[in-house]
């Protein structure tokens, strides 16, 4: 077994053990990468000279001592490029400064390592809307990774690297994870900051983990969650220690199961799963009761507003003046800002800055904006008022596993439609987590657990109960 496939926990013990050096997992890495990386497309580069100089001076000491971790490629990593997967800054932006999440990292010792591709700007939920590269899915060959932390997950999954940090504005962690087989959790917002994280969503965007263990997944929230006084949506709370009371079992939970999320459109086997792991939770000790989120078939058109129309204002920077590609010898600044946009953007990040301009524009603004952000507020409330009965609610991730390569491009509207289960989280803030159920005609499943804002504890805890179930089955 490679050294980049095992579990960070696995490799801490070794490394404090002295039967390896951080020097050996980073050399592994790279020969992973370089031997299989061009199959995959997980990482768009890296740089090996300055990780293997991180390896020789870890400090082992700290919680993530000499421990690499891939990072998505909209997050800053002082020194190195920041494409966004984007032709508009591929080989015209290089990062710096570090974001906080990744100061944070480096401050537990970790080495942040390279850049994983991603849907252009995080928007997309295949990784094909990359300008760069196609990133294949490791776990079900010719099936996207889903996105748009589709290298992030890839990554993990084709173990090229031990864990990876990815970003979530309406599912990107939590889908591609279900859909690689690894676990990807979705923080609640203001929990990690998003200080050098490139924004899509500023009410939704946050940054998160996909590793091979719910273990890992808590070990790294250790590390990046916290106050950031350069986020003014960071929250001032004190962060608990993540990785106690993980395998303190599930008895005495409530969970629920949202009746809105288990309709006609749920792939029949993926419905099985989810109520197979329900089932193993209540053998297990914990209390299954129905509710209700009744504004969850809004969802989709709420989030498809907003988001697009935060999209319209995030991307007004980017403009060919002050960073970025800029479009060559135009005639005057109107040019120079149209030529530029228009050679810059793929074709899904114009459609939603179309979109997002539009809802924004004179005469929309109360018709779609404004009347979806109080939708929202609704769909905040059912949750709030579900985790009044509840401590925790399962869902599927997504309707079904991950569909063939090609098949989102050529059907845009009904590749939105299958974020349903993962975006209403992120309109309400809360968090949630995809772990690993039994494969689907060798195509990975993931179930999903929501829970209430800043209740990582609960969730990862029951995370860790299935997954503890899956590998006693397995």
């Given amino acids: 077994m490679s050294l980049a496939s095992q579990s960070l926990c696995s490799l801490k013990r070794q490394l404090q053990s002295g039967e390896i050096s951080s020097r050996d997992i980073v050399e592994d890495v790279i020969d992973q990468i370089e031997s299989r990386n061009q199959s995959i497309g997980a990482f768009l580069s890296f740089d090996a000279k300055s990780a293997l100089e991180a390896a020789q001076h870890a400090d082992l000491s700290l919680p993530l001592g000499g421990l690499p971790i891939g990072i998505k490629d909209n997050i800053n990593v002082n020194g190195e490029p920041c494409t966004c997967g984007s032709k508009f800054l591929e080989n015209a932006y290089t990062a710096p400064y570090d974001a906080t999440a990744i100061q944070k990292l480096r401050q ?31 776990s079900a060959p010719g099936h996207i990774p889903g996105g748009s932390s589709g290298g992030s997950a890839a990554a993990v999954a084709g ?39 490139v924004a899509f969503g500023s009410s939704l965007d946050q940054i998160g983990p996909l590793t091979h ?11 990046i969650a916290g106050f950031d006084p350069r986020d003014s949506t960071s929250l001032n709370e004190k962060v608990p220690d993540y990785t106690e009371g993980l395998d303190q079992g599930v008895a005495g939970l409530k969970l629920g199961l949202p009746k809105e999320y288990f309709t006609e459109g749920i792939d029949s086997g993926v419905r099985e799963r989810i109520e ?14 129905e509710i209700s989120l009744p504004h969850t078939e809004y969802a989709i058109a709420t989030y498809y507003i907003i988001a697009p129309a935060e999209a319209s204002s995030n991307l007004s920077r980017f403009d060919g003046v002050r960073y970025g590609n800029r479009s060559e010898n135009p005639q005057d600044m ?22 997002g301009t539009y809802v924004l524009s004179s005469g929309y603004y109360d018709a779609y904006y404004l009347r979806a952000q109080k939708v929202r507020t609704l769909i905040r409330q059912d949750f709030q008022n579900a ?46 987590i995809s772990v690993p159920l039994s494969p689907l005609n060798n195509l990975p499943v993931g179930l999903q657990i929501l829970g209430p804002h800043l209740g990582e504890k609960t969730i990862l805890r029951c995370a860790r109960s299935i997954e503890i179930s899956q590998t006693s089955v397995d």
Avoid: W
């Fill in 159 to 197: 173990n090229l690297i031990p864990a990876t940090l990815g970003s979530d504005t309406g599912g990107s962690i939590r889908q591609p994870a279900s859909h690689c087989g690894v676990v990807g959790l979705k923080p609640s917002y203001g929990r990690v900051s998003r200080y050098g994280l």
């Fill in 387 to 432: 985790f009044e009965k509840v401590d925790a609610i399962l869902t599927p991730v997504a309707p079904e596993p991950a569909p063939k390569m090609g098949s989102a491009t050529e059907d845009p509207l009904k590749h939105y439609l299958a974020d349903i289960f993962t975006l209403s989280a992120n309109l309400a803030g809360i968090c949630g």
């Fill in 213 to 223: 263990t719910v273990e890992d997944s808590a070990l790294l929230l250790n590390a």
């Fill in 334 to 355: 109107l040019e120079l800002y149209n030529q530029s946009r228009a050679k810059g953007f793929g074709s899904e990040v114009k459609r939603r800055i179309i979109l």
């Fill in 276 to 289: 197979t792991a329900a089932k193993t939770l209540e053998a297990q000790g914990a209390e299954l009761v």
């Fill in 108 to 138: 537990a010792g970790a080495i942040p390592f390279g850049r994983a591709n991603l849907d252009e700007f995080a928007m997309g939920s295949s990784t094909e809307n990359s300008a760069l590269q196609i990133t294949q899915n490791p």
